[in-house]
């Protein structure tokens, strides 16, 4: 277990649907990633988020959103979804960008 | 901008033999580089950061700032470094588009 935790592990849903990942960082960290893997695009950066403030911004689309909570907790929403966007998406926790630990992943298919 | 390219896709070695992944970077600023392998499709594992200049798993990397590099270094190839590797430089952390290794027995 890295200490960062993914839920849920896997998601199918329907296109034009909206689906909320969430992410649980390493106890201690205060900065969370997103990032998104498929097959062509490799791994893309999406956002990242300090104590609860957007910190950095990737290739994230319009259609997609993430907040992190007091609890440092953060979510990914997802909307309008399209066939396209089915990957795996990963959450990694670090203190002051050091260290990058990743969760497991949330297996997104969308049908 | 920051950019890291791994020119190849698919490296295959014969266990025993040496292996270089190759990773070279853009970046303005002074680099932070770090190598991560992730197994069968799970969570990312970090493998070397360049700051510690460790040696993991047999693995070692140095950075190159002359020719902006970072490759990745092992001198016998096992079976079980099968994996996909990625390069990625910081902050916050970029990949590049990762090399699969094939350790072939």
């Known amino acids: 277990d890295s200490g960062v935790t993914q839920t849920p592990k896997h998601l199918i849903t329907a296109t034009g649907q909206r689906v909320t990942l969430r992410c649980s960082p390493r106890?201690?960290?205060?900065?969370v990633y997103w990032y998104q893997q498929s097959l062509d695009q490799g791994l893309q950066f999406l956002i990242q988020y300090y104590n609860g403030e957007e910190r950095a911004k990737g290739n994230i689309l319009e259609r997609f959103s993430a907040q992190q909570f007091p609890d440092l907790h953060s979510e990914l929403n997802l909307s309008s979804l399209e066939l396209g966007d089915s990957a795996l998406y990963f959450c990694?926790?670090?203190?002051?960008?050091?260290?990058?630990?990743f969760g497991s992943g949330t297996r997104l298919t969308v049908v | 901008a920051q950019r890291v390219t791994q020119p190849e896709k698919l490296l295959s070695v014969f266990k025993g033999a040496p292996v270089e992944l190759k990773c070279n970077y853009s970046y303005s600023g002074s680099p932070e580089l770090f190598w991560y392998v992730q197994y069968s499709r799970q969570r990312l594992q970090l493998l070397l950061r360049h700051i510690s200049r460790e040696s993991i798993k047999g693995f070692t990397a140095d950075l190159n700032k002359g020719e902006t590099s970072f490759h990745l270094k092992k001198p016998f190839a096992q079976e079980e470094d099968s994996a996909m590797y990625y390069c990625a430089l910081r902050p916050p952390l970029v990949f590049g588009k990762g090399t699969r290794l094939s350790v072939i027995a």
């Open positions: 106890s201690g960290d205060l900065s």
């Open positions: 990694a926790s670090s203190p002051y960008g050091y260290g990058y630990t």
